[in-house]
């Protein structure tokens, strides 16, 4: 089946240093990826819609110039945590549905990236 | 806003059937979804139904849909201590992502 890898998957950093993941679809193309959090204890929360060669779609009250997400190419998206915080701390987890399969079901997971703001 | 609504917490013996129950909001779904996650790990896609069908069973899964009261639940028969994870409820959204239900911690006892 499809595979999505996010990369790292553990991060811990200082407040106010800045935070990149990646999220690559390993087998497939994407037009298409998501971006959620999860708080511990919590449900996961859709962050933005990311697509690729144009502007990402954030949620309500998420902040734009904070999460930075970059779809450079139908395999890879970027999300960027600029001068993170203690209350970024989370776990985020990206999805992606397959281009070849726009009406297909499914959509895949990547593993998540834990990560930790001292 | 609505919320898709999910009883929080759930114990059962190993052997026994549980139920997992959820309330979602958009009459117009057209699938909707069960999504299993391990402590620290990502998501696991257990299950789906088409919003034309009623039951969908799945070796130990069973699904039914209740569309008139937007209802969905699961079944897993013979729940085993490995069954112990957190289950969502998702249903899509404009794009294709997905709202997901506040989870259900499912605890197996042996």
């Known amino acids: 089946g499809a595979v999505v890898s996010q990369h790292p998957s553990r991060v811990i950093c200082k407040s106010g240093t800045s935070v990149k993941i990646e999220c690559r679809s390993l087998?497939?193309?994407?037009?298409?990826m998501f971006w959620y959090r999860q708080f511990p204890k919590q449900s996961l929360m859709l962050m933005a819609t990311?697509?690729?060669?144009?502007?990402?779609?954030?949620e309500q009250g998420v902040e734009k110039d904070k999460f930075l997400i970059n779809h450079a190419s139908l395999t890879l998206s970027t999300l960027t945590v600029t001068s993170a915080h203690p209350e970024d701390s989370s776990f985020y987890i990206c999805s992606a549905r397959d281009l070849d399969r726009a009406n297909a079901y499914e959509q895949y997971f990547g593993p998540g990236t834990r990560l930790t703001v001292t | 806003g609505e919320d898709v609504e999910q009883s929080l917490f759930l114990s059962v013996r190993e052997g026994d059937s549980s139920v997992i129950n959820c309330t979602y909001t958009?009459?117009?779904?057209?699938?909707l979804y069960w999504y299993k996650q391990e402590p620290g790990a990502g998501l696991q896609l257990l299950t789906y139904i088409f919003s034309n069908m009623d039951m969908k069973q799945d070796q130990r899964l069973t699904v039914l849909l209740n569309k008139k009261d937007k209802h969905l639940s699961l079944r897993i028969a013979d729940t085993q201590t490995g069954d112990s994870a957190i289950y969502f409820c998702?249903?899509?959204?404009?794009?294709?992502?997905?709202?997901f239900g506040s989870g259900t911690r499912l605890q197996v006892q042996p």
């Open positions: 087998d497939f193309q994407a037009t298409t």
């Open positions: 958009d009459s117009s779904s057209t699938y």
């Open positions: 998702a249903e899509p959204r404009v794009e294709r992502a997905l709202t």
């Open positions: 990311s697509n690729e060669g144009s502007k990402a779609t954030y």
